[in-house]
């Protein structure tokens, strides 16, 4: 759920929704902003309450480091890796010829689909081995 917080001074008495104090005029006060479903709804909180349950949910949803950014990186020889992109290659050459040709002849595009399919077909078996078929390939 998206939420806007932000920190003001409190204009008029208002109550905590974290410990049910009320929350003096003048003094700091967290205002937690969400969607609601019929109309936005406005949380306020005493400034303390708010690091405290911030801490509770940390606390709650400990720290996991992610190796890296991105997918996970295939486990593979330097060989391999060299087969693996020269399929890729191979299924996008193929992929990039078969859209000139749709756009320059396209009933010969259409003739020639199934032998263009086959071809990605056995690019795919090959690449089994090496790690598979990336995911996007499958849309
Ligand atoms: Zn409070």
Sequence with gaps: ????????????????????E???????MVYSKFKGERHPILLRKHLH?????????LEKHPYKHHAGAGRPKLNLSDEQKKSRLKLLMARNNIVYKQRRLAMLRPELAIAKQTAIQEKIYAICIQLASLGGAPKSWLG
């Design 1 to 20: 759920m998206l939420a806007l917080v932000w920190i003001s001074w409190c204009k008029k008495k208002s109550t905590c929704v974290s410990c049910g």
């Design 22 to 28: 009320l929350i003096e005029a003048r003094q700091p």
């Design 49 to 57: 309450c708010w690091v405290k349950d911030a801490l509770d949910w």
